[in-house]
């Protein structure tokens, strides 16, 4: 990765633990300054330090790389601000930022608070517009262009017990394709991440998981940051261990028009089933196969 990002102003929010520390030791080893912005939360969001951040910076600049550490809360306006800002009172110019922290409360829909569900959408969706909005502010009258990484994940397309988490990065999708459209003009670019790599936020996941190490997931955030990159956008890629698979765009697949001028109920009980149909959720059959081991294990 020797000199990829080289004379690049990076933020990496989240980068003191996990993936966030990876991508930003992996953007300092490509030669960009890094600022490694991190509040030093536990997994739930609770007990603040500046310890994580200031022992990544630490890590970068004993391989030689350049770095400095802001524990602010990347969920608030002031704290996305200040991440963006300390970049350009230090180096002159921000050139990129990857939105990588976040936090998990699980819980089943109907037992959810509004206190669990608001702090998911804060850290993460929040957290994201927080610094696209002032990285791009910047970035737009810099006139060199730049880059936005926002991090989701494959639990957007529904999550048993992460309706939060699962909101927050779909929402997160949204966000990064719309920053993608706004931007293109200014040569920004905006993509996601959808990694799977173990740290402390998916050691407790209680079904197997395809998971791979968190510096795998570096050299494609670095890729997307740089100059060879610029003409990618608008786009999501999964990567896990060796694998990087590129995710659909949304769209319709299947339409049927009303025989009259408008559809009635009725009419669409006849008509739906037999030709715009249902698409099947990927998840649905793996919530039947358990639900039938379950039952089956009550039997016996
Ligand atoms: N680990 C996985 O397999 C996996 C899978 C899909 C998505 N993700 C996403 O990747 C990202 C990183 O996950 P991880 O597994 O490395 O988690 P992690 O818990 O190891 O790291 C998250 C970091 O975010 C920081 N943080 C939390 N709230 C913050 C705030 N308000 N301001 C600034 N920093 C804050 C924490 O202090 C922590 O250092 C998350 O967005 C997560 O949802 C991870």
């Given at each position: 990765m020797t000199a990829y990002l080289q004379g690049k102003n990076i933020v990496v929010t989240g980068a003191g633990n996990g993936i966030g520390r990876a991508i930003a030791l992996g953007c300092a080893a490509a030669g960009a300054n890094v600022v490694v912005a991190d509040y030093g939360v536990s997994l739930a969001g609770s007990d603040p330090s500046s310890e994580?951040?200031?022992?990544?910076?630490?890590?970068?600049?004993?391989?030689?790389?350049?770095?400095?550490?802001?524990?602010?809360?990347?969920?608030?306006?002031e704290g996305g601000s200040a991440a963006v800002q300390a970049a350009v009172d230090t180096w002159g110019s921000i050139d990129g930022a990857v939105c990588v922290a976040g936090i998990l409360r699980e819980r089943m829909i109907f037992n959810m608070t509004e206190e669990e569900f608001d702090d998911v959408i804060r850290v993460h969706l929040k957290g994201h517009f927080t610094v696209y909005k002032h990285a791009s502010a910047?970035?737009?009258?810099?006139?060199?262009?730049g880059s936005l990484v926002g991090i989701t994940s494959g639990a957007f397309t529904g999550s048993t017990s992460q309706?939060?988490?699962?909101?927050?990065?779909?929402?997160?999708?949204?966000?990064t394709k719309s920053a993608a459209l706004a931007l293109k003009r200014y040569g920004i670019n905006a993509?996601?991440?959808?990694?799977?790599?173990?740290?402390?936020?998916?050691?407790n996941v209680p079904f197997e998981i395809e998971a791979?190490?968190?510096?795998?997931?570096?050299?494609?955030?670095?890729y997307l940051l740089s100059?060879?990159?610029?003409?990618?956008?608008?786009?999501?890629?999964?990567?896990?261990?060796p694998r990087i698979s590129v995710w659909a765009q949304f769209g319709e697949v299947r339409s049927m028009f009303a025989p009259g001028s408008s559809w009635t109920p009725e009419g669409i009980e006849e008509a739906l089933p037999r030709t715009v149909g249902t698409e099947e959720h990927p998840t649905m059959a793996m919530l039947a196969a358990q639900a039938a081991q379950r039952q089956a294990a009550q039997g016996s």
């Open positions: 994580v951040a200031d022992a990544v910076v630490a890590e970068i600049e004993a391989a030689g790389g350049t770095a400095l550490a802001l524990a602010s809360d990347i969920s608030t306006m910047i970035m737009r009258k810099q006139e060199t262009g309706c939060n988490y699962s909101a927050a990065k779909g929402g997160i999708i949204s966000l993509n996601c991440i959808a990694p799977s790599a173990k740290t402390r936020m998916s050691e791979g190490e968190p510096e795998d997931v570096a050299p494609l955030a670095v100059d060879q990159a610029r003409d990618i956008t608008a786009q999501v890629y999964t990567v896990v261990g």
